[in-house]
């Protein structure tokens, strides 16, 4: 294995990281489809974890081991797997390509010394690509780039990075060029330090003689490679501009270098399928990966006595809660008490080394290793914890994107509310991206998420996990009602029924006010026609039926006066004044000309300005109007834009979205107006809320 797919790298970074290192963390991460759990199959394959590479296909692979996962054919969550190499440790965390599950890949990365970006040589995949190279760049995470499937692209190597580097801040440097022969990638080049490899299926490459057909290109790709190394390099330009050929271990340790320092981000070349580039990928980790050390001073946990920060938390049908967790300094022991980020503190109930779904007992953890620390109930993802009993500073965690779909959780039974309760909150507790609502107003309980299929996830796993089976509702959206109209009307509620009766009687003076004037409730009452006590029972009775008017919704917008009314000494009481107020509105609001009203949320939808008029189409369908747009601060080539859009068509609109921009689109919103709704449409909201009624 140490004999072939490329040299070891320069001795500078050899001799400056000698004698025993703690494992590295190591994120595989990618837009979908890129083949980033097939990438891990071939590393454990090739470092001899696991005797064969698993195939998706065949559902037989370490990582998307889980049911969802294996049911949808598709990542759902992280994979996680340690290994070894040539004598180092590592952990690889495989992230979720889907942006519905995107967001754990983003509380990992914190954990990470290094990511490695796995792409296909596509130009159409820009856009997924630069929002995965934003989020590196803004965790300041060093990171390289493996173009994956290179057996299969149409387009050649050199004419690839160009079209791939609007998509990077940092400047893409290729380190290998392929080899091709009638149309198949049968080996590469290392361009640092010139030799030539044929691919093996599923073993490492042999070196071959570079050949001569491809030495010029050889030559003009190194040359590019070497001037963009240069322009951090004073040295390596001089050397340059005098045609004096570098060192090749100078080259290696410029690369190292240079990528630790977030200045440039190699690529390489491979196709994990068939387990070509894996050696060569695996070396350039060994030697380039920063150290838990030097990740601990770019995170500013150095010089701490403990630190670990918990990044994934699972919820196990018969071991409890297992926290997924770094290790930057000190050691972790079973039973050591760890102190979390409010002061809470908990004892460790084992200590696990994870390989997908399999977690195995082991002994304590060090610097550097990635485990999972047991029964820490109150430590949550996302949390930097230390050994002892004082908790130490936090790490800045992105936090989960705003929910872009939502669905009521229908319950056959009431009492079950509780258990479903308990069950979300495992849930959330291992995807902070769920947000569970009780909506009182809508009395509709809401289960938010980032999209049809991790909504379709989590349902399955409260039914297997949990054995909770919820019928699925569709949101019910927040209509108000208000009037156009004033009126005068008076209430009188009067009963005899033996002994005491019943007498309250008011008089209403109802208007309209200007939209968000909210509701308001006054009293000019003279000459004692009311007693003072009784009034704030009219007021109830008034507010009671504003909370669903004439037209089956809440009232907003409206004032109510009480100018008038009697009472009686024997009779009168709160709970008569109360219905007095309730008969006086119900008689007066119909007529009043009610009219309905539905929300209006203002929506920001950024997407890849080539989208711009299908998304617009797309807002138009919706009854949107377009407030404008303008660039995206900090994302060349994407476009920011403003719309209003009526609450009752936001449903879906993630999935429209993303099905016009390859995936990658998003928005935020929040609410705005409220606006009047009429003819057909106003007809058809009052007759399925009075069938929803019946």
């Known amino acids: 294995m140490t004999s072939s797919d490329g040299p070891k790298g320069g001795n500078g970074n050899q001799s400056t990281r000698s004698g025993v290192r703690g494992a590295r963390c190591v994120a595989l991460i990618g837009p979908f489809a890129s083949g980033k759990t097939t990438l891990l199959e071939a590393i454990l394959a090739r470092t001899g974890s696991i005797s064969r590479a698993g195939s998706i296909a065949q559902n037989s692979t370490v990582g998307d081991s889980s049911p969802e996962a294996r049911e949808h054919a598709m990542s759902v969550g992280l994979n996680v797997a340690d290994t070894s190499f040539l004598g180092e440790n590592f952990t690889f965390i495989d992230c979720p390509g889907s942006v519905e ?37 803004e965790a300041g995470v060093p990171h390289i780039v493996f173009l994956n499937k290179i057996d299969t692209s149409p387009i050649p190597v050199h004419d690839v990075i160009p079209s791939l580097q609007p998509a990077s801040a940092k400047p893409l440097v290729l380190r290998q060029m392929p080899i091709w022969e009638n149309g198949i990638a049968t080996g590469f080049v290392d361009l640092a330090s010139e030799r030539a490899y044929v ?7 042999k070196i071959i003689e570079l050949p001569s057909a491809i030495e010029a290109r050889e030559k003009e790709a190194r040359f590019q490679m070497l001037e963009k190394l240069a322009d951090y390099d004073d040295e390596l330009m001089e050397q340059l501009l005098a045609d004096i050929p ?7 340790d410029d690369l190292s270098k240079e990528l630790r320092d977030g200045l440039i981000c190699p690529v390489l070349i491979g196709s994990a399928e068939h387990g070509h580039g894996i050696l060569r990928l695996l070396k350039a980790l060994r030697h380039e990966c920063p150290s838990v050390e030097d990740t601990a001073k770019r995170l500013g946990l150095d010089g701490l006595k403990s630190a670990a920060y918990v990044f994934k938390s699972v919820h196990t049908k018969a071991g409890g809660k297992l926290s997924y967790t770094r290790v930057f300094a000190g050691e972790i022991a079973d039973g050591a008490t760890v102190t979390g980020s409010s002061g809470q503190e908990q004892r460790v109930a084992g200590i696990f080394t994870i390989r997908g779904e399999e977690a195995i007992k082991r002994g304590p953890a060090k610097a550097g290793d990635t485990v999972a620390l047991g029964r820490l109930d109150s430590m949550h993802s996302g949390e930097t914890i230390a050994v002892g009993k004082t908790a130490i500073a936090q790490l800045r965690v992105p936090e989960a994107p705003q929910p872009a779909l939502a669905i009521g959780l229908g319950l056959k039974d009431r009492k079950d509310e509780v258990k479903l309760s308990s069950a979300v909150a495992k849930l959330i507790d291992e995807d902070p991206s769920l947000v569970l609502e009780h909506n009182a107003e809508m009395h509709q309980i809401l289960l938010h998420g980032q999209g049809e299929m991790h909504l379709r996830v989590a349902l399955e796993r409260l039914m297997r996990k949990y054995g909770i089976d919820v019928a699925r509702e569709k949101r019910r959206v927040g209509y108000k009602e208000t009037i156009r109209s004033s009126t005068e009307v008076r209430g009188r509620h009067k009963k005899q029924s033996g002994g005491h009766g019943q007498f309250g009687d008011v008089k209403l003076d109802i208007k309209p006010l200007p939209r968000s004037g909210g509701i308001t409730f006054s009293e000019t009452i003279t000459g004692g026609a009311i007693p ?6 009219v007021e109830i009775g008034v507010r009671d039926y504003l909370s669903e008017g004439p037209l089956g919704f809440p009232v907003v917008d409206v004032a109510v006066t009480l100018t008038d009314g009697s009472f009686h000494s024997v009779d009168s009481s709160d709970m008569a004044f109360r219905q007095a107020g309730r008969l006086a509105m119900s008689e007066g609001l119909p007529k009043c000309n009610p009219v309905l009203l539905e929300p209006i949320m203002a929506v920001s939808i950024a997407v890849p300005s080539e989208s711009n008029a299908r998304i617009n189409g797309i807002i138009s369908q919706r009854r949107g109007q377009i407030l404008g747009f303008d660039a995206r601060p900090g994302w060349p080539g994407w476009d920011l834009i403003q719309a209003h859009i009526p609450e009752a068509e936001m449903d879906n609109l993630i999935i429209d979205l993303r099905s016009a921009t390859a995936g990658v689109g998003s928005f935020t919103f929040g609410f705005d107006h409220l606006s009047e709704v009429g003819g057909r449409l106003r007809d058809q909201v009052l007759a399925a809320n009075r069938a929803a009624a019946e």
């Open 101 to 137: 599950f995107a967001h754990e890949g983003t509380l990992a990365l914190p954990a990470c010394d290094m990511a490695v970006v796995v792409c296909e040589a596509d130009p159409k995949r820009v856009p997924a690509l630069q929002v995965i190279l934003k989020q590196l760049d």
């Open 199 to 205: 691919y093996c299926e599923h073993a490492s490459s």
């Open 246 to 252: 570098p060192p090749n271990d100078r080259v290696f």
């Open 532 to 537: 003072k006590n009784y009034i704030p029972s």
